[in-house]
């Protein structure tokens, strides 16, 4: 398997256009995770599925922010409208319901709001 | 809810010492996992070691073992020999085994730097 396939790798955009992040976990992994990385706030976790049904999106910081999982094979984050304080490293994660199983990273999306 | 402490934002030691990095997590729950990952400049997310609640033997790695304490929510990192390549963010993370509903929870890093 390729592991956890993230795009796009670097997104520019203007505040107060939407933005689409999207993860591809790997084959059989039934957790996926949203994580946000940011200097002030480290890694945030935003939402996680478990069987494509979100289990918590506490973590959503507001109405801006939707994510999706439609099948097990993809996923989506969004944010809209986008703003400055959105800039971070978005970063999907997927693992099983196993023993002792770890988390596999993307590589992340790098996002930046002018 | 389950959280995650790093206390130390930075640390640094001198190349084939030993340096140990401090993790405190707060739970109501008896079974989970716990795992230190490691975060090169690439960016990219490594395990490093992982250790399961219900088993009191502290797991090791070659030069990476943890000290996890269960009655005092505290799992550190002690990396051994410490090598350039050692040089990176190092992430606690906690992982609850509830079923249907594994929340994988970080703390906020500690940036490791090895001076030569």
């Known amino acids: 398997d390729a592991g956890v396939i993230q795009s796009p790798r670097h997104e520019v955009t203007e505040m107060g256009q939407e933005v689409t992040l999207r993860c591809k976990p790997i084959s059989g992994h039934d957790y996926l995770f949203w994580y946000r990385q940011t200097m002030m706030r480290g890694l945030e976790l935003l939402i996680y599925?478990?069987?494509?049904?979100?289990?918590?999106d506490s973590g959503m910081p507001e109405d801006r922010f939707s994510a999706k999982m439609p099948n097990a094979s993809f996923s989506t984050l969004k944010i809209q409208p986008s703003e400055p304080r959105d800039s971070a490293v978005y970063f999907c994660a997927s693992t099983w319901d196993g023993i002792n199983t770890e988390a596999f990273f993307g590589q992340g999306t790098r996002l930046t709001v002018v | 809810a389950q959280t995650v402490t790093q206390s130390q934002p930075e640390m640094s030691v001198q190349e084939a010492e030993t340096v140990t990095l401090s993790c405190t997590y707060d739970t109501s729950e008896s079974d989970y996992y716990l795992f230190w990952y490691k975060q090169p400049p690439s960016r990219q997310m490594i395990l490093v070691i992982r250790?399961?609640?219900?088993?009191?033997q502290n797991a090791t790695e070659n030069r990476f073992s943890v000290n996890f304490q269960k009655a005092a929510k505290s799992f550190s990192l002690k990396i051994s020999d410490s090598q350039l390549g050692d040089a990176a963010m190092y992430f606690c993370?906690?992982?609850?085994?509830?079923?249907?509903?594994?929340?994988?929870?970080f703390g906020q890093g500690t940036r490791l730097t090895i001076n030569p």
């Open positions: 250790q399961e609640a219900y088993k009191q």
């Open positions: 993370a906690y992982r609850s085994r509830e079923e249907g509903a594994q929340k994988l929870v």
């Open positions: 599925f478990n069987n494509n049904v979100p289990i918590d």
